[in-house]
């Protein structure tokens, strides 16, 4: 890894950049994306998603990125190793970090609480910290609400978020690659430096694109089978140390039924003790 | 430990790779990038396993430089062929494994926790669930439940460090399983080869034994018949050593109390580092994916390091028997996939719209004969509990000096304080087959006749004579059994036939317990064929039930039998005696059923042995006895709207595969406005929808050709989209349909249970008794 300055941040580059010719090259490049059949498979999946009426998943508003990097935080403010990587990077960490905690075993089962997964408050330090950097649950009263049960929206939702930022620095994926280097080499950059750069990251911002929905919705799938049997399986534990208590009743019960005959069979009024 | 290699990166890393794989965006997998080389060994260049991925990144400068290719230059048009043809076998290749691994994670995110394997992690739902079952149910449940469960024990290792040092042994056999170092993939996971570790994971999920008993001795280590499935069969000598030391050192015996007859002891699992652990039961051990997300795929490198071409379909491995796979794992060989269904539970009887027309696949199988529901008479009352066991026997304080059964005729016999009968048992030829049980004689004593050598094993004679002399005890002496035969030989076959399958004699008959109760009530009632059922029984079921049920000859004798009895009828005689009464001492299991028929019984004995109101001793002949009787208020009426549910049983409905595809290719044409063809594809391409609608310019008429298919993706991707939402509603009704039933049924119960206690709690209870002296009125009662 090459020894950059730390505190430049990436985003006030890539507006200095982000000029006509700029807008111009991402314009060239959409229609080179549209145009190539791999790729318009991607977008047109991208797009199919996008109009679904559930509204925490709503469409691309092209403030993913700014907000990526909210997410991420310090982390990608260098440029190198490049942006998609930091980006994968902390994206899988995330997911996997979370994932792992949502299967993950119940140490202690209280049966008196109420705590059932999907009562509000009840999402984990991780999901919470996620969940409160994401525009839908950016208010503290949407947070309040964030419950054990919605694991899989909010990673749906950081999905979209990436999958936006990832399409965003694609269509100026030309700009910002080239203020990349720029930002690390100054003056002295070649244009196949450039055109090399851009073929590296273009490869990786596909593969992103093409891998992490069909992993999440995968990984999701097994995860909720997981989360869906540990409900039962504290609703049956609990049953159970129920069964235990009704027992020991009707035990009480038992005990008591054997002074049925002696009670009952009081032909004489001796139990008139008045 | 930390550094050994693990094939589990936690589940979403899992998956990412398995998706990384099937794009081939920036790497193949170690295995498919070790047998290209092998296969395309005929190419302008000498393959190695860096060339793959150059290939299918397109790095030709990579690819077709001289430096990695020996010092050889290759032409530009004879890299691009070389580069197509690389990604075409990595291509068909990947997509063999990753529809491998798809279908695996798919039934992982179905199956997963539900399937059954010893020591499964969510396998506490199934231990829970037996559990409380043990703490419901009364004895009397037990002996007629028509499922055969074999009773299960948790115990706990004597000696852990052991258990322990067996699974570290077994970890370092395992590691032994990796192959390959050195490569630069970038997923940590891709770094070694792991077919074998996966095919050796899996194979011993049924336990070494389950293996060794079909297959023999372990004699080839890693050795297997090179064929693409090698590995489902290939055996691990070592392994399975340490499997059975395993087994043989921590759970061969010593158990207290001793097991029962099929009583299964089940250990507490061991992990074998990050993927596997061994679980170890009394009959078996054997290992197990904590998250079995990789399956064996179809070998590319055999065994002996040769390359597998395929190219044949190879032999299906033989689908597991009734009581085989995972129907030989404890709680496995409950699920409905394992037993057959009764045949009034069963889809061909229902009247619902089902029906096996070849489209549907059906999940359970059922009994051949479908018979008559019997109903059980009583003389009075509901007679709870009265018919089988749930009291363990004891020496009653009041029946100290009792007669005690011996094997022959005991004339002394004689009822005690705490019995309304005295049971003598005898052997000898009864001249009925089996056994007779005589009524009650004036003594009070009820004599049981036993054969030896008759339809079954005395043991089982035994239990059903008990079960008849159970019906006659508390008649007055020579009344004979209330109800028909049907009803009264059910009753005391249904307990024979339950403890003959829970000690296996039943076992690979096919024949359940309801079915050997209904054939035995036949055969008992007069006519075998059809006494008391509502088909013919066929000649080849009753001739086998014969053969199976039939004593061994150097069984138990009758004499044995009578003087050792068998927990089970110990529990039937015992339970004949009268429950509710001071001087008599009952003791039995705490559930919540046995607590019940205590407390049953003794308010069956009170109201039929007792009055509820009290008398008084009347001075003057004319004087009333019972006063108080005229203040007995409004009979309450509990319950009086209460409607129990029937027991209709609930079944799994069919699951139809073909007509949900069926479905989904209509849609598909659909979407093109097309009539359902198959294979759809046939609908993605008909140049008549615009031909025969031409428009006005050619051109328009030339591009909206070329759209057409675009179109047609477009709506495939959304219908491809939708597909697993469709799948996911068919599996949720199918599971509707099935809980509906047993579910309505539940609440209807827990209705009517509800609305007596709230009666009983509205109850007006009067807080004084009846007074000493009746001075002619009801006032203050």
Not at chain 2, 399 to 414: A, I
Not at chain 2, 700 to 707: D, F, H
């Given at each position: 890894m090459?020894?950059?300055p730390?505190?430049?941040?990436?985003?006030?580059?890539?507006?200095?950049?982000?000029?006509?010719?700029?807008v111009?090259?991402g314009?060239?490049l959409a229609?080179?994306?549209?145009?190539?059949?791999?790729?318009?498979d991607?977008?047109?999946?991208?797009?199919?998603?996008?109009?679904?009426?559930?509204?925490i998943?709503?469409?691309?508003?092209?403030?993913?990125?700014?907000?990526?990097?909210?997410?991420f935080?310090?982390?990608?403010?260098?440029p190198?190793?490049?942006?998609?990587?930091?980006?994968?990077?902390?994206?899988?960490q995330?997911?996997?970090?979370?994932?792992?905690?949502y299967?993950?075993?119940?140490?202690?089962?209280?049966?008196l609480?109420?705590?059932?997964?999907?009562?509000p408050g009840?999402?984990?330090?991780?999901?919470?910290?996620?969940?409160?950097?994401?525009?839908?649950?950016?208010?503290?009263?949407?947070?309040?609400?964030?419950?054990?049960?919605?694991?899989?929206i909010?990673?749906l939702?950081l999905l979209?978020?990436?999958?936006?930022?990832l399409t965003?620095?694609?269509?100026?994926l030309f700009?910002?690659?080239?203020?990349?280097?720029?930002?690390?080499?100054?003056?002295?950059?070649?244009?196949?430096?450039?055109?090399?750069?851009?073929?590296?990251?273009?490869?990786?911002?596909?593969?992103?694109?093409?891998?992490?929905?069909p992993?999440?919705?995968?990984?999701?799938?097994?995860?909720?089978?997981?989360g869906?049997l540990?409900?039962?399986?504290?609703?049956i534990?609990?049953?159970?140390?129920?069964?235990?208590?009704?027992?020991n009743?009707f035990?009480?019960?038992?005990e008591?039924?054997?002074?049925?005959?002696?009670?009952?069979?009081?032909?004489?009024?001796?139990?008139?003790?008045? | 430990?930390?550094?050994?290699?693990?094939?589990?990166?936690?589940?979403?890393?899992?998956?990412?790779g398995?998706m990384?794989h099937?794009t081939?965006l920036?790497?193949?997998?170690l295995?498919?990038?070790?047998?290209?080389?092998k296969?395309?060994?005929?190419?302008?260049?000498?393959?190695?396993?860096?060339?793959?991925?150059f290939a299918?990144?397109?790095?030709?400068?990579?690819?077709?430089?001289?430096?990695n290719?020996?010092?050889?230059?290759i032409?530009?048009?004879?890299?691009?062929?070389l580069?197509n043809?690389?990604?075409?076998?990595?291509?068909?290749?990947?997509?063999?494994?990753?529809l491998?691994?798809?279908l695996?994670?798919?039934?992982l995110?179905?199956?997963?926790g539900?399937?059954?394997?010893?020591?499964?992690?969510?396998?506490?739902?199934?231990?829970?669930?037996?559990?409380?079952?043990?703490?419901?149910e009364?004895g009397?449940?037990?002996?007629?439940n028509?499922?055969?469960?074999?009773?299960?024990?948790?115990?706990?290792?004597e000696?852990?460090?052991?258990?322990?040092?067996?699974?570290?042994?077994?970890?370092?056999?395992?590691?032994?399983l990796?192959?390959?170092?050195?490569s630069s993939?970038?997923?940590?996971?891709n770094r070694k080869?792991?077919?074998?570790?996966?095919g050796?994971?899996?194979?011993?999920?049924?336990g070494?034994?389950?293996?060794?008993?079909?297959?023999?001795?372990c004699?080839?280590?890693g050795?297997?018949?090179?064929?693409?499935?090698?590995?489902?069969?290939?055996?691990?000598c070592?392994?399975?050593?340490?499997?059975k030391?395993?087994?043989?050192?921590?759970?061969?015996?010593?158990f207290?109390?001793?097991l029962?007859?099929e009583?299964i002891a089940?250990?507490?699992?061991?992990?074998?580092?990050?993927d596997?652990y061994?679980w170890?039961?009394?009959d078996?051990?054997?290992?197990?994916?904590?998250?079995?997300m990789?399956?064996?795929?179809?070998?590319?490198?055999?065994?002996?390091?040769s390359?597998?071409?395929?190219?044949?379909?190879?032999?299906?491995?033989?689908?597991?028997g009734?009581?085989?796979?995972?129907?030989?794992?404890s709680?496995?060989?409950?699920?409905y996939?394992?037993r057959?269904?009764?045949?009034?539970?069963?889809?061909?009887?229902d009247?619902?719209?089902f029906?096996?027309?070849?489209?549907?696949?059906?999940?359970?199988?059922?009994?051949?004969?479908?018979?008559?529901?019997?109903?059980?008479?009583?003389?009075?009352?509901?007679?709870l509990?009265?018919?089988?066991?749930?009291r363990?026997?004891?020496?009653?304080?009041?029946?100290?000096?009792?007669?005690?059964?011996?094997?022959?005729?005991?004339?002394?016999m004689?009822?005690?304080?705490?019995t309304?009968?005295?049971?003598?048992?005898?052997?000898?030829?009864?001249?009925?087959?089996?056994?007779?049980t005589?009524?009650?004689?004036d003594?009070?004593?009820?004599e049981?006749?036993?054969?030896?050598?008759?339809?079954?094993?005395?043991?089982?004679?035994?239990?059903?004579e008990?079960i008849?002399?159970?019906?006659?005890?508390?008649?007055?002496?020579?009344?004979a059994r209330?109800?028909?035969?049907?009803?009264?030989?059910?009753?005391?076959?249904?307990?024979?036939c339950k403890?003959?399958?829970d000690?296996?004699?039943?076992?690979?008959?096919?024949?359940?317990?309801?079915e050997?109760?209904?054939?035995?009530?036949?055969l008992s009632?007069g006519?075998w064929?059809?006494?008391?059922?509502?088909v013919?029984?066929?000649q080849?079921?009753?001739d086998?039930?014969?053969?199976?049920?039939?004593?061994?000859?150097?069984?138990?004798?009758c004499?044995?039998?009578?003087?050792?009895?068998?927990?089970?009828?110990?529990?039937i005689?015992?339970?004949?005696?009268?429950?509710c009464?001071?001087?008599?001492?009952?003791e039995?299991?705490?559930t919540?059923?046995?607590?019940?028929?205590?407390?049953?019984?003794?308010?069956?004995?009170?109201?039929?042995?007792?009055?509820?109101?009290?008398?008084?001793?009347?001075?003057g002949?004319?004087d009333e006895?019972?006063?108080?009787?005229?203040?007995?208020?409004?009979?309450p009426?509990?319950?009086?709207?209460?409607?129990l549910?029937?027991?209709?049983?609930?079944?799994?409905?069919?699951y139809r595969?073909?007509?949900?595809?069926q479905?989904?290719?209509?849609?598909?044409?659909?979407?093109?406005?097309?009539?359902?063809?198959?294979?759809?594809?046939?609908?993605?391409?008909?140049?008549?929808?615009?031909?025969?609608l031409?428009v006005?310019?050619f051109?328009?008429?030339g591009?909206?050709?070329?759209?057409?298919?675009?179109?047609?993706?477009?709506?495939s991707?959304?219908?491809?989209?939708s597909?697993?939402?469709?799948?996911?509603?068919?599996g949720?009704q199918?599971?509707?349909?099935?809980m509906r039933?047993?579910l309505r049924?539940?609440?209807?119960?827990?209705?009517?249970?509800?609305?007596?206690?709230?009666?009983?709690?509205?109850?007006?209870?009067?807080?004084?008794?009846?007074?000493?002296f009746?001075?002619?009125?009801?006032?203050?009662?």
């Amino acid at each position: 890894m090459k020894n950059i300055p730390q505190e430049q941040p990436l985003a006030p580059v890539k507006t200095r950049y982000r000029g006509i010719v700029g807008v111009a090259c991402g314009v060239l490049l959409a229609i080179a994306i549209a145009q190539s059949s791999g790729e318009k498979d991607l977008l047109g999946r991208l797009i199919i998603a996008d109009e679904n009426s559930y509204p925490i998943l709503a469409k691309c508003s092209g403030k993913e990125e700014k907000q990526l990097y909210e997410i991420f935080g310090s982390a990608i403010q260098s440029p190198f190793p490049d942006t998609i990587d930091i980006w994968s990077q902390q994206y899988r960490q995330q997911v996997s970090s979370i994932i792992e905690e949502y299967i993950q075993e119940e140490r202690s089962i209280n049966c008196l609480e109420n705590f059932i997964d999907h009562l509000p408050g009840t999402a984990s330090s991780q999901l919470r910290s996620l969940a409160s950097k994401l525009p839908p649950w950016k208010e503290s009263e949407d947070l309040a609400m964030l419950s054990r049960i919605d694991t899989g929206i909010v990673l749906l939702e950081l999905l979209r978020t990436y999958e936006c930022a990832l399409t965003e620095r694609y269509v100026f994926l030309f700009t910002d690659s080239a203020s990349d280097l720029f930002t690390i080499q100054g003056d002295d950059v070649w244009w196949t430096q450039i055109f090399k750069e851009y073929g590296k990251q273009k490869r990786k911002i596909l593969k992103e694109l093409t891998i992490a929905r069909p992993a999440l919705n995968r990984t999701l799938a097994i995860a909720n089978k997981s989360g869906g049997l540990r409900l039962l399986r504290r609703d049956i534990e609990c049953v159970k140390r129920s069964s235990i208590d009704i027992r020991n009743g009707f035990a009480l019960g038992a005990e008591s039924a054997a002074c049925m005959p002696r009670i009952q069979d009081s032909k004489a009024p001796f139990r008139d003790i008045e | 430990m930390h550094n050994v290699p693990k094939v589990h990166a936690g589940l979403y890393d899992d998956v990412y790779g398995f998706m990384l794989h099937s794009t081939m965006l920036n790497e193949v997998e170690l295995m498919v990038e070790k047998f290209i080389p092998k296969a395309l060994n005929k190419e302008v260049v000498r393959l190695q396993q860096k060339h793959i991925d150059f290939a299918i990144t397109e790095n030709y400068s990579q690819l077709c430089n001289p430096d990695n290719n020996d010092g050889k230059f290759i032409q530009y048009d004879q890299c691009v062929t070389l580069k197509n043809t690389i990604i075409e076998l990595a291509k068909r290749e990947s997509l063999i494994r990753t529809l491998g691994r798809d279908l695996q994670t798919i039934a992982l995110s179905y199956e997963s926790g539900a399937s059954g394997y010893t020591g499964e992690k969510e396998s506490a739902i199934y231990r829970d669930m037996y559990e409380i079952g043990k703490i419901w149910e009364s004895g009397i449940d037990r002996m007629t439940n028509p499922i055969k469960q074999p009773p299960i024990r948790k115990v706990l290792f004597e000696d852990e460090d052991k258990a322990e040092e067996i699974a570290d042994d077994l970890q370092t056999e395992f590691q032994k399983l990796f192959e390959g170092a050195g490569s630069s993939k970038s997923e940590l996971y891709n770094r070694k080869l792991y077919h074998k570790y996966v095919g050796a994971g899996w194979r011993y999920r049924h336990g070494v034994f389950y293996v060794q008993n079909r297959e023999g001795s372990c004699t080839k280590d890693g050795e297997g018949d090179e064929t693409e499935l090698e590995y489902i069969k290939v055996r691990w000598c070592e392994i399975e050593k340490l499997l059975k030391k395993a087994r043989n050192e921590l759970a061969s015996g010593g158990f207290d109390p001793p097991l029962e007859p099929e009583e299964i002891a089940i250990f507490p699992t061991q992990s074998i580092g990050t993927d596997l652990y061994l679980w170890i039961r009394n009959d078996d051990a054997g290992v197990m994916w904590k998250n079995p997300m990789r399956p064996i795929l179809p070998g590319l490198i055999t065994s002996a390091g040769s390359v597998s071409e395929g190219g044949d379909y190879p032999i299906h491995p033989r689908e597991p028997g009734e009581d085989e796979g995972i129907c030989s794992h404890s709680f496995g060989a409950r699920g409905y996939l394992c037993r057959p269904i009764e045949a009034d539970r069963c889809i061909s009887n229902d009247a619902e719209d089902f029906d096996a027309d070849g489209d549907e696949i059906l999940l359970t199988g059922c009994e051949p004969q479908n018979f008559n529901t019997f109903v059980r008479m009583t003389e009075s009352g509901p007679d709870l509990c009265k018919v089988g066991g749930w009291r363990t026997p004891v020496r009653q304080d009041g029946d100290q000096n009792l007669v005690k059964d011996t094997p022959n005729k005991d004339p002394k016999m004689r009822p005690g304080k705490c019995t309304n009968c005295a049971i003598d048992m005898h052997c000898g030829n009864c001249g009925s087959g089996a056994g007779i049980t005589r009524t009650k004689n004036d003594k009070g004593v009820i004599e049981i006749c036993i054969e030896d050598d008759g339809i079954a094993a005395p043991k089982y004679i035994i239990m059903h004579e008990l079960i008849h002399a159970q019906q006659l005890c508390d008649l007055p002496p020579g009344s004979a059994r209330p109800g028909g035969c049907c009803s009264r030989e059910y009753s005391a076959h249904i307990i024979s036939c339950k403890a003959m399958t829970d000690d296996g004699i039943l076992d690979g008959s096919g024949i359940g317990v309801e079915e050997c109760a209904s054939i035995l009530s036949n055969l008992s009632c007069g006519n075998w064929k059809n006494a008391c059922t509502k088909v013919d029984v066929e000649q080849e079921v009753f001739d086998k039930l014969k053969e199976f049920i039939k004593p061994e000859e150097d069984g138990a004798t009758c004499a044995q039998e009578i003087n050792a009895l068998d927990p089970r009828s110990a529990s039937i005689k015992e339970s004949s005696k009268k429950t509710c009464d001071t001087n008599c001492r009952v003791e039995y299991d705490n559930t919540i059923g046995n607590n019940l028929c205590y407390i049953g019984q003794c308010v069956e004995e009170s109201l039929e042995n007792n009055r509820i109101i009290p008398g008084r001793i009347t001075l003057g002949a004319q004087d009333e006895a019972y006063p108080w009787d005229a203040c007995t208020k409004k009979d309450p009426q509990l319950g009086r709207l209460l409607e129990l549910p029937p027991l209709s049983r609930t079944f799994l409905p069919a699951y139809r595969g073909q007509h949900i595809i069926q479905q989904i290719d209509i849609l598909l044409c659909q979407g093109n406005a097309l009539p359902r063809l198959t294979p759809p594809i046939l609908c993605s391409f008909d140049p008549r929808r615009r031909t025969t609608l031409p428009v006005r310019f050619f051109y328009q008429m030339g591009t909206s050709l070329l759209n057409q298919q675009g179109e047609q993706q477009a709506r495939s991707d959304a219908l491809h989209l939708s597909i697993e939402n469709i799948s996911a509603r068919v599996g949720q009704q199918l599971y509707n349909y099935y809980m509906r039933k047993a579910l309505r049924e539940f609440t209807d119960i827990i209705r009517a249970a509800n609305m007596l206690t709230r009666q009983l709690g509205e109850l007006d209870i009067p807080d004084s008794v009846c007074p000493r002296f009746y001075n002619g009125s009801c006032r203050g009662l």
